[in-house]
């Protein structure tokens, strides 16, 4: 047999390329910091505008077929510039801590971090420029969007439905579909047994994909995805 094989990867493709500079030092046995600098950039096919994850990334590019051009820019979560610095200062008095006072007094230091970086405003203005290109928000824009037709199943369909369901099962073979249903899950229980053949004989006794589910959750439980914000 032959036919179309379809392959969807969560991937992308992105560079980066930055320049670090550092300096650590110490003055009269008191001050010690460090000093750092990083120049950097990156560029990926995957960074989406109006996504609020974590760097405005998705998982796949917009066009898979045209990954290098218009796709391609800088990524969400480029930062060009970042300055950070870091000290640590040993109070001169009392340290030998002697006395109870010197106990109390003596020994303490002050700390600091600080951090400076561009923020999310030049990319704004880059989105303005056109210094970065997106698809849909500053290139290839279209000019009236086209409505949307959306597809409403009337009551008198889901009516129907679920009186062909209740026919099925009235009119099946009760103890035939509950052996298939109950060889199923003998099955889900197995660690080496494929599950296909015993789904295709449930479908054979016209047990309903509701069962087929219900019985696979008595094995496998049942998966509740875990909220991420």
């Not at 998705?58 to 051009?69: C, D, E, G, K, M």
């Not at 303490?108 to 951090?115: D, E, M, S, T």
């Not at 880059?126 to 928000?137: A, D, F, Q, S």
């Not at 008595?218 to 998966?223: D, L, M, S």
Request: aromatic share 10%; charged share 25%.
């Amino acid at each position: 047999p032959s036919g179309v094989a379809r392959v969807r990867i969560n991937g992308a493709s992105a560079s980066h390329n930055g320049l670090q500079l550092r300096l650590d030092g110490r003055v009269r046995q008191q001050w010690t910091y460090t000093i750092s600098y990083t120049w950097s950039h990156t560029i990926d096919n995957s960074s989406e505008v109006f996504n609020f994850d974590t760097g405005n990334s998705v998982t796949v590019a917009q066009n898979p077929l045209n990954i290098t051009r218009s796709e391609r820019g800088n990524s969400g979560f480029d930062v060009r510039h970042l300055f950070a610095a870091a000290w640590i200062w040993d109070l001169p008095f009392l340290r030998e801590q002697r006395g109870w006072l010197g106990r109390i007094l003596g020994g303490w230091q002050l700390n600091g971090i600080l951090r400076i970086q561009d923020g999310q405003w030049f990319v704004t203005e880059g989105l303005k420029g056109g210094e970065r290109v997106v698809v849909g928000v500053n290139r290839y824009q279209v000019a009236e969007e086209e409505e949307v037709e959306i597809l409403r199943i009337p009551y008198e369909v889901e009516r129907k439905q679920i009186e062909r369901v209740r026919r099925v099962r009235a009119e099946r073979d009760a103890r035939r579909a509950e052996h298939a249903l109950e060889r199923l899950r003998e099955a889900a229980r197995s660690e080496d047994e494929n599950l296909m053949w015993p789904l295709l004989d449930c479908a054979r006794a016209h047990c309903t994909e509701g069962e087929i589910v219900e019985s696979l959750q008595t094995v496998f439980g049942r998966y509740v995805e875990t909220p991420v914000f």
